[in-house]
């Protein structure tokens, strides 16, 4: 087990109406002019909006409203986020909306006190040093952006988009409203894809090198059999309350990580995938699905006992000890045997992306000067015969 420092102080405010406090808790974590920082007409039909800008003026707050934040969030929402919040002294950022909104968020609450463009702490090996309070009220149980350390922003550079990650502690934010109905009017395949980005979540720290962490184990496998039990069941009644209400509690426990703490951790098909979404704009989730069994094809020899114990574990597969390899396949179709029933893509096929597209996709990543992945390390090779095992997957 390696050492670790642990440290969410996010508050949670879980469960039906919890939005409707939402001013009070802004008062509280000592917001006195607000952004209300959302995405598109959904929020606003459903009233969600309303409802809000009612809370924060009975609570005595004023406010300032920006929409428009799209999947996989621009830098350009960002940079007039900020010159918003500086302009009308904005004290505090409400994201109301899934990991995109609070991704965007996050980027403008670093923007506002600094200097400098916000994109250095992307690209520049930055650290911010102060940002503004952040809170949350949730729409998408998917990325667990309202209670992780990181931040994903996509840029147009040089006419490549560049989708980049930030990772510090003042992208952690002070409050999360949690209200499980909020996610029930989702489309199906939404609610697919962000079970999908939650479950990669935990896996990205579950195949780990260190040894010992049994405790740490147990919990991803928790977060994971609860994760295989309830999409089946959101998916056959959007409004299973009990099922929508495990899935967002497990969108805040695989990424605000507790189970990644005394770990090295992999991370290496999050940041593949991120090409996949930055060259064809899919959703993340869609992509995962798309290349954590690929890489899970690619790297199982590496230590084939993990996967083995996660295909028994989570699945329940017969271990073969003998030929421990059977059982670490059946494991990694287990998985896209769920993924599929949830009409998620499994192929490039699937997906709408292109096997001509992989040496551009490699480019993107610039894998020929770095290399991707811990449990593995990946070099140039490796990933593209990852891309290929996704390009050519057939069921």
């Known amino acids: 087990m390696n050492n670790f420092n642990f440290h969410r102080p996010t508050d949670i405010y879980f469960g039906r109406g919890a939005e409707n406090n939402a001013g009070e808790i802004c008062k509280k974590h000592g917001g006195t002019k607000v952004l209300i ?94 940002s503004l309070p952040l809170g949350s009220v949730l729409t998408i149980a998917a990325a667990g ?121 992999d991370w290496a098909s999050h940041r593949i995938e991120h090409e996949l979404s930055a060259l064809y704009d899919c959703a993340h989730g869609a992509g995962l699905s798309v290349i954590m069994p690929a890489w899970m094809e690619h790297v199982m020899d590496h230590d084939v006992m993990r996967f083995a114990q996660f295909a028994n574990r989570v699945f329940g597969c017969a271990m073969d000890f003998a030929h421990p390899e059977v059982t670490a396949k059946n494991g990694i179709a287990a998985l896209r045997a769920l993924w599929k029933s949830a009409g998620l893509p499994l192929s490039f096929a699937d997906l709408g992306a292109k096997k001509e597209d992989i040496p551009t996709l490699l480019n993107n990543l610039g894998i020929d000067d770095h290399t991707e992945g811990h449990f593995m390390i990946l070099k140039r090779p490796d990933v593209e015969a990852i891309f290929n095992i996704a390009a050519n997957y057939k069921d």
């Open 145 to 265: 952006s309202e209670c992780s350390n990181s931040c994903v922003i996509d840029k147009e550079v040089n006419g490549i988009i560049k989708k980049k990650g930030s990772n510090c502690q003042a992208n952690v934010a002070k409050f999360a409203i949690m209200n499980p109905e909020l996610t029930m009017t989702l489309p199906p395949y939404q609610t697919a894809c962000g079970c999908c980005d939650i479950m990669c979540h935990v896996m990205e720290r579950y195949f780990t090198n260190t040894k010992d962490v049994e405790v740490t184990d147990q919990l991803c496998e928790g977060i994971l059999r609860a994760m295989v039990a309830m999409i089946p069941r959101v998916m056959k009644d959007p409004n299973d309350y009990e099922a929508r209400a495990n899935i967002m509690w497990a969108s805040s426990l695989a990424h605000n990580n507790l189970c990644g703490v005394d770990r090295e951790q």
């Open 37 to 130: 920082h959302f995405g598109g007409k959904s929020a606003i039909k459903s009233g969600l909006i309303d409802r809000v800008e009612k809370s924060l003026t009975a609570a005595g707050l004023s406010y300032v409203k920006l929409g428009g934040v799209q999947p996989n969030p621009r830098a350009e929402l960002v940079y007039e986020g900020i010159e918003l919040c500086k302009k009308e002294g904005v004290d505090m950022i409400l994201a109301v909306g899934g990991g995109s909104v609070i991704d965007s968020s996050k980027a403008i609450a670093m923007g506002v006190p600094y200097d400098g463009d916000f994109w250095d702490f992307f690209m520049g090996g930055k650290t911010p040093e102060v």
